[in-house]
Nanobody, 120 residues
Framework: QVQLVESGGGLVQPGGSLRLSCAAS????????MAWYRQTPGAQRDLVAR???????NYADSVKGRFTISRDNAKNTVYLQMNSLKPEDTALYYC??????????????WGQGTQVTVSS
């Protein structure tokens, strides 16, 4: 099995920073595109940032200039550096990855989510 485990969430004041991490573990050949999504109660899960295996990135308009996605391919880990956090950034953040689990199969995997709360 393949698992994605997020960490780094927590409570932070407006204007503060957090760095989320997501590590892929288990049996697989490679990790392709990785991404961060977020979801609030009653809302759909929305893309926050995405990074390809080659390092190309894209961001939701709401986080451009404040968040930075990066990855460490040697560690099969993706990061989300979140600066200048706002209360509206409060959400459950999910890691997503397309993982090649065999020579012929690729799995779309999700983590369990890590809570980010921005509040005074």
């Amino acid at each position: 099995q393949v698992q994605l485990v997020e960490s780094g969430g927590g409570l932070v004041q407006p204007g503060g920073s957090l760095r989320l991490s997501c590590a892929a573990s288990g049996s697989f050949f490679s990790v392709n595109t990785m991404a961060w999504y977020r979801q609030t109660p009653g809302a759909q899960r929305d893309l926050v940032a995405r990074i390809t295996s080659g390092g190309s990135t894209n961001y939701a308009d709401s986080v451009k200039g404040r968040f930075t996605i990066s990855r460490d391919n040697a560690k099969n880990t993706v990061y989300l550096q979140m600066n200048s956090l706002k209360p509206e950034d409060t959400a459950l953040y999910y890691c997503n990855a397309h993982i090649r689990t065999s020579i012929v199969t690729t799995r779309n995997s999700w983590g369990q989510g890590t809570q980010v709360t921005v509040s005074s």
